[in-house]
Structure formats: C-alpha cells, structure tokens
C-alpha cells in the first residue's frame, strides 16, 4: 500500500523536516484528508478542533504520518483481519524505528490479547469497540498505547507482568468475575484515561507497578489492593467508590489518591507500610459500625492534605493508629476525633468539628 499523491506532496517519507506537520500544512491537509478516508473511517468534516482529533489517529507523536504499510486495519467482516489477534500476528518486524498501528472499527471482539512491543491498537470508534478477554503483555516488553474499552467475565482485565513494559490506555474497563479485578499490573508502567468497575472484588491490584489513573474507580472488596513483598507506585486521580469493601490497603510502596472517596461497609484504609497520602477531597465512610474508622495505621507514613473526613458511628476515629509517629496533615477538618496522643502532635494541621461535611 502507497500513500496518495496528495500526501506524498505534503509529507515526504523521509526522517527530514518535511515530514513534519506544522500550522502551515494545515489547509492543504484538509484536501488531502479525502484519500485518507479509509483509515479515519469517516470523511473529514468539522472545525480544525476535530480535524485536528482525527489527524492524531494517523500521526506519530512526533507529528508525522504513520506510513501506510506500518498500518493494519481490523473489522468484524469486509476486510483481511476480522480479530485483532490475526493483526498483531501478521507484524514480524516491529521496532523503535518501525512503529505499528493497528485501527480497528467498531464491535465486540471476544478474544484475548496478547500484545506486541511497538504495536499501538487504536479503535476508530473507542466508545462503541471492546475487547471481551484479557489484554496482557505475556510476560515480554510491550510499550504501546491501548485506545479501546474492555469488558470482560474473566479474572483479569488488563494484566502486566513485565518490567520495561509502558502502556498508555484510552479506555474503560469493566470486570464481572467473582474474584477478578480490572487491571492486575504485577510490573512496568501503566496510565489509564479512562474509568474502571469491578463488580466483584478489587478493581486494581497494583503489585510492583507504577500505575497512574485519571478516571473514577468503582471496586468490590479492597478497590486497590497491593502486598508488602512487591512496592507499587500508585497515583489515583478519580473518585473512589467502595462498595462492599476497604478504599485500599497499603504495605509497600506509595498510593496518593487525589480525589473523593467514599466507602460504604468497611473502615476506610488500612496502612501496615509504605506512604499513603490523601488530598483535596471529601473522604466518607457510610459504614454504620464502631470499627469502621478512616485510616487504620499499624505502620507506614500517612500524609493527609486538605482533606474532608466524614464518619458514620459515634465512637470512630479518624485515625486510628498505635502513636502519632509518621502521621502528617495540613488543612484536615474530620467530624470524628482521633486518640489524645495523635491530636496534641498534629493539632496544627488537624481540625475537629462535628459539623464537618
């Protein structure tokens, strides 16, 4: 496959300047987007904001056109491959200087994935397109960006198990299984855009990953889970809703969560090691129960920053903790008291007010 002639009059295939799209290319481009049709999956229509959207789906981050033969199209029928994994297994030779992109239109493709390094995997359509199995890394090195959703009955959604593994995903993923969980990253780097749902236990299980997300996360027993044995490095950025269990449990690592949270029938943390830090939220347990404290802290550091605390049960503490060693706020107000010995250290930056909501 070539490129048009209109876009090979724009965009030479060449590593030099002209390869780059700039300001100045961008009317002649409105012409030339017609021949391209066949990859954008719809005629160029719009204000230059949109155009500019679906110029992204055929563009290196760099700004040039990624070349027509390192493009594979995916579609349920009418074209060479009707299931991503058939894509991904005709590419042989990807690398750093020869980057993939697989397009795929839009439906439910019921099969797991197993990706590739230097292999994006972009839908047309991210909305309407989901992957109903699980997408992993198998293991192996993997930097690639994922824009599609995942819906899936199995144990785990998208699963990372290899350290040099760097994965951008532009979804939402949604687990059903008994058990199962919406990202299991045992390693690597992952940044999720979207939002995440697990029905039936923990939505993340963060196990010596890095693992940032900027969407909401609803989760069944512990939202986020982690293990002494492996330090992650989590950053959430969404609400946080848990609706049978604890917001999360810390034994190693960090877990910054930047956002409202609210649990509904169990306490709310529970901190044995590493860093938790909470800001710039509207903490709230619902649980009616005189355990069902905010944080309880037998070890690690909890920093907590202009934060709201909201309990429940009379006789809970926001904090409950064994001493006030490695306990931080500033600008904290809890309608919920802590032991003496931790208030006289963090009085400063810890405020009670039963009418706190």
């Given amino acids: ?104 239109m839009p439906g439910e493709y019921d099969e797991a994935i197993t990706l590739k390094d230097y292999v994006d995997i972009i839908a047309l359509d991210p909305a309407n397109t989901t992957v109903m199995q699980t997408v992993k890394d198998n293991s192996s090195t993997v930097r690639a960006t994922l824009v599609f959703n995942i819906s899936t009955e199995e144990e785990k959604g998208l699963y990372m198990n290899h350290v040099d593994s760097d994965i951008v995903f532009k979804g939402d993923i949604n687990c ?83 956002g409202d949270i609210t649990v509904t029938d169990e306490l709310g943390f529970e901190l044995y090691g590493g860093t938790l830090t909470l800001r710039n939220g509207l903490f709230k347990n619902n649980y009616n129960y005189e355990e069902a404290h905010g944080i309880n802290k037998s070890g690690g550091t909890l920093l907590v920053q202009n934060e709201r605390i909201v309990l429940t049960h009379a006789s809970v503490k926001s904090f409950n903790a064994s001493s006030a060693q490695d ?17 006289q250290k963090i009085a400063s930056g810890f405020t009670y007010d039963a009418n706190t909501i």
């Fill in 176 to 258: 059903t299984m008994e058990g199962g969980c919406c990202v299991w990253a045992r390693a690597g780097t992952i940044v999720m855009y979207g939002n995440l749902f697990a029905s039936e236990d923990a939505a993340i299980k963060a196990w010596g990953a890095t693992i940032t997300v900027y969407g909401n996360i609803t989760g069944s027993g512990t939202v986020v889970a982690t293990q002494a044995s492996y330090p992650c490095t989590a950053k959430i950025f969404g609400t946080v809703m848990a609706t049978t269990g604890m917001a999360a449990s810390l034994g190693a690592g960090s877990l910054l969560l930047d």
């Fill in 1 to 104: 496959m070539t490129y048009p002639a209109s876009i090979e009059a724009i965009v030479e295939r060449t590593n030099g300047p002209s390869n780059v799209i700039d300001a100045d290319h961008m009317n002649v481009i409105r012409t030339a987007l017609n021949d391209l049709e066949t990859i954008l999956g719809a005629l160029p229509q719009g204000d230059l904001a949109s155009l500019t959207a679906r110029l992204s789906l055929v563009c290196t981050d760099a700004g040039c056109l990624v070349p027509a033969d390192q493009t594979v199209l995916v579609a349920k029928s009418g074209f060479t491959y009707t299931t991503i994994m058939a894509a991904l297994a005709s590419i042989t030779d990807a690398s750093v200087t020869k980057k993939y992109t697989i397009f795929v």
């Fill in 327 to 343: 306990v931080y706020c500033y600008g904290v107000y809890s309608n919920r008291d802590d032991d003496s010995d931790i208030v």
